[in-house]
T-cell receptor, first 115, second 112 residues
Framework: AQSVTQLGSHVSVSEGALVLLRCNYS??????LFWYVQYPNQGLQLLLK??????LVKGINGFEAEFKKSETSFHLTKPSAHMSDAAEYFC?????????????FGKGTTLSVSS | DAGITQSPRHKVTETGTPVTLRCHQT?????MYWYRQDPGHGLRLIHY???????DKGEVSDGYSVSRSKTEDFLLTLESATSSQTSVYFC???????????FGPGTRLTVT
């Protein structure tokens, strides 16, 4: 069965510092991978997605993620944190080729940014 | 904007009462999903639909039923609400490529 593990339920950084949110997945077939962001009292917004093309994926708001098959990881990074990045972030996996398959989500990581 | 609305946005109900949540989409997507979000659990799939009258169960389907009589509407029903169903409920549609999903604004349900 597929699963997603997000290491660290809370991450705190200073404004301007590197953001690194960790995600590891398990899947028996090549997966599609996603990062979503959720601001307070809002729905989830797609940040970026990996679909077996380039292993380094660029998303919105300056975020990017690198797919590493050997490490079964898809960590999210941003070179310089901004106060507006404070939110909850979810990693998700979908088994490629499975039409209608729902996303399997990690439990989320809350990012705090201090000035 | 994927054109997804959910109603109601907030609801308080009593244990044992039936509750129906509505998800409406404007872009004729085939696949629709209902998730619940609880602290420490992320999002978990309740039910999904792959077409009109075609639905299937997800990870946490007990106590929930769904219906889809039109492409644009996907209804989630709690036949007899319990306090354990207090949660935030999200509807999602699947994009046309790469299986990404787009989410509605959510419904916060409190069962007292």
């Amino acid at each position: 069965a597929q699963s997603v593990t997000q290491l660290g339920s809370h991450v705190s950084v200073s404004e301007g510092a590197l953001v690194l949110l960790r995600c590891n997945y398990s899947s028996s077939v090549p997966p599609y991978l996603f990062w979503y962001v959720q601001y307070p009292n809002q729905g989830l917004q797609l940040l970026l997605k990996y679909t077996s093309a380039a292993t380094l994926v660029k998303g919105i708001n300056g975020f990017e993620a690198e797919f590493k098959k050997s490490e079964t990881s898809f960590h999210l990074t941003k070179p310089s944190a901004h106060m507006s990045d404070a939110a909850e972030y979810f990693c998700a996996v979908s088994e490629s080729g499975q039409a209608g398959t729902a996303l399997i989500f990690g439990k989320g990581t809350t990012l705090s940014v201090s000035s | 904007d994927a054109g997804i609305t959910q109603s109601p946005r907030h609801k308080v109900t009593e244990t044992g009462t039936p509750v129906t949540l509505r998800c409406h989409q404007t872009e004729n997507h085939r696949y629709m999903y209902w998730y619940r979000q609880d602290p420490g659990h992320g999002l978990r799939l309740i039910h999904y639909s792959y077409g009109v009258k075609d639905t299937d169960k997800g990870e946490v389907s007990d106590g929930y039923s769904v219906s889809r009589s039109k492409t644009e509407d996907f209804l989630l029903t709690l036949e007899s609400a319990t306090s354990s169903q207090t949660s935030v409920y999200f509807c999602a549609i699947r994009g046309l490529s790469s299986y990404e999903q787009y989410f509605g604004p959510g419904t916060r349900l409190t069962v007292t």
